[in-house]
């Protein structure tokens, strides 16, 4: 891998869209050592307009040209997910650090073309699931490893949400279900974060299957997945993901079971989780997530490429939840 050689990383960003208005883009001037200076999209008014508003110097509407720039060394590529593989390969071979949204690719064989083609031209490969930087996560982490439920057994990701009548009002602009740019549906988008924080918490997942189905017709990817899954730890999962169900019956719950308690939180919900022991009272641990949710991962990038710290995120980690979610849709009922 060639060492990142300066001193300061300036970043390009390609694809700027609902995720760069709060979650992420902002975050890049608040870190020490980081810089946005440069943004792509295609609609030139769009990304003007995101320029002026974000006090952004420079904007283009061409995806090569903003790589080139002299003065971009690192690219944020938020766009869909169809086009990360071609635009990591063009960032990769400028030799510019990759920063991808997830899910990383459609599918694990895109992924892993990433990887390549990064390891190739010498260039870090990271990627946006942000969990894995977040205070309550990683103190979920760290009691885990700590062993405090004691040697953990099984863990059950449920979630559950209505059919949204946006969604079916403007099918033709919502790319997340469409499975030729997102890989799937709304399972791609939502339980990628859910599989890579438990690859976070436990390890690589070594044996997934699982069958997918679409009940309510109303778009064309899967709207409901079940499966289990096997981690190299030992630790037994399973999940049930389904986007079409009433709005009573809607939950974000992941429950961790060991042998002497438990651990329950929400994937998408504040920062806060409850630890259960027999005979004890529940400790609730609560903390304040940040406005630019991304930014304890995005410090983490900039301290990696200033050989200062190490990112939690990387290609090969990310990866891993595509294959999972490959696994767990394969047989497609109906």
């Known amino acids: 891998m060639k060492k990142f050689s300066d001193s300061e990383v300036r970043w390009g960003i390609l694809g700027v869209g609902n995720v760069c208005e709060v979650k992420s883009a902002p975050a890049m001037n608040l870190i020490p050592g980081s810089q946005l200076v440069a943004v792509m999209r295609r609609d030139e008014e769009k990304v003007k ?43 990769a071979k400028a030799g510019k650090p990759v920063y991808v949204e997830k899910p990383m690719a459609r599918n694990h064989a895109e992924c892993q073309q990433m990887i390549e083609i990064c ?46 009548p946006e969604i079916i009002a403007k099918l033709e602009n919502n790319w997340r279900i469409i499975p030729e740019i997102s890989g799937g549906g709304y399972f791609f988008d939502l339980a990628s974060h859910q599989l890579d924080l438990m690859d976070f918490f ?16 109303a778009y064309a990817a899967e709207d409901l997945v079940t499966g289990s899954f096997v981690f190299d730890s030992g630790v037994i999962g399973t999940g049930n993901w ?88 394969k047989n497609r009922i109906g």
């Open 49 to 91: 307009d995101y320029a002026q508003r974000h006090g952004i110097k420079k904007w283009y509407s061409d995806a090569q040209a903003l790589i080139q720039d002299p003065e971009v060394n690192a690219i944020y590529i938020a766009t869909p997910p169809n086009a990360h593989l071609e635009l990591t390969a063009l960032a």
């Open 119 to 164: 390891e190739q031209y010498g260039v870090p490969l990271f990627v946006a699931y942000y969990r894995r930087s977040l205070p309550h996560f990683v103190k979920i982490k760290e009691l885990l490893d700590a062993g405090a439920i004691g040697d953990v057994r099984t863990v059950h990701i449920n979630l559950k949400q209505e059919v949204q």
């Open 202 to 217: 436990f390890g690589k997942i070594t044996h997934a299957a699982g069958f997918s189905t679409n009940q309510a017709k």
């Open 242 to 329: 389904c986007f079409s169900s009433s709005k009573i019956a809607e939950v974000d719950e992941v429950i961790i079971d060991g042998n002497q308690g438990q651990i329950r939180f929400a994937t998408f919900g504040k920062g806060d989780f409850f630890l259960l022991k027999d005979g004890e009272e529940p400790f609730h641990f609560q903390v304040e997530l940040p406005k630019h949710i991304q930014q304890p991962l995005i410090d983490s990038i900039v301290s990696e490429l200033l050989g200062k710290g190490t990112c939690p995120s990387s290609g090969k980690t990310g990866a891993r939840a595509n294959w999972v979610m490959d696994e767990l849709v």
